[in-house]
């Protein structure tokens, strides 16, 4: 999901589309933060009149695939799974959405991936026309936002390469050593690492079976790398999970 096109283009208004599963309250205080540095204070209070709370249960669908791209959104809590429907009906998750992540800042006009809550999800979202209007009389927001997209860009290049030539044990590190750097941005453990996304969706992203994801991470855990642990994993042997993911 890129901004790097003319902010231009987004002023062309766009339909917002009626979201049935999520429930919208007052104006909340935001919480945004970027994948390197919370956006100054000035940012945010620019941006928190433009905002409505959104609340998800479990399995709520925050936008579809290919629905109108009315909206840009900031998680605000929770975990999100990103995935497309592949032409032949297959699932192919591209990715999960954390606190401080931005979804929909793309100037596709439809979402190119659904967004699925794996637990109750917080987000602030945002009218994507008004949205990037204000990005665009805010160079230091812009500068922000190219700064978080930058990142997302990173983390799709590192996925292909994931998704490569590389063994399971490898892609299963590679995937925790990234899910422990993305923790760590936010502030939460970077030790033992909560897991919302269950093992198909694990297999759905890395290219693997339910079956592979599962030997490998109990051999994994047989070995000493990691703990398997309630609802988790605890990373055990750093240097060996760093040499795995490194290549």
């Known amino acids: 999901m890129s901004i790097h096109s003319s902010l231009a283009a987004a002023t062309t208004k766009l339909p917002i589309p009626v979201l049935s599963t999520y429930s919208v309250g007052h104006f909340e205080k935001l919480r945004l933060i970027s994948l390197s540095t919370a956006l100054p204070l000035a940012e945010r209070d620019t941006l928190e009149p433009l905002s409505r709370r959104v609340s ?66 917080t987000a602030c979202r945002f009218d994507r026309r008004a949205f990037m209007e204000l990005v665009r009389s ?8 190219h700064e978080i997209t930058g990142h997302e860009l990173s983390r799709a290049r590192d996925m292909m390469v994931l998704l490569g030539r590389r063994t399971a044990d490898e892609k299963i590190a590679a995937f925790l050593m990234g899910l422990r750097a993305r923790y760590a941005q936010i502030g939460r453990s970077a030790v033992t690492l909560e897991l919302p996304m269950n093992r198909l969706d694990i297999a759905d992203h890395l290219g693997l079976t339910i079956e592979t994801v599962s ?4 051999r994994l855990d047989r070995e000493g790398c990691i703990l398997i642990v309630p609802g988790g994993v605890r990373l055990v042997d750093h240097a060996r999970l760093d040499r795995l993911s490194a290549h």
């Open 215 to 218: 030997r490998t991470l109990s």
């Open 138 to 145: 805010q160079p230091n927001l812009m500068m922000h936002l």
């Open 56 to 121: 998800l249960d479990r399995k709520g669908n925050l936008f579809r695939q290919d629905e109108p791209a009315g909206s840009v959104y900031n998680v605000t809590s929770g975990a999100l799974r990103l995935y497309r429907i592949l032409p032949d009906g297959r699932r192919q998750v591209t990715g999960f959405a954390f606190p401080g992540d931005f979804l929909g800042l793309s100037l596709l006009d439809r979402f190119n991936v659904s967004a699925d809550a794996l637990g109750p999800v």
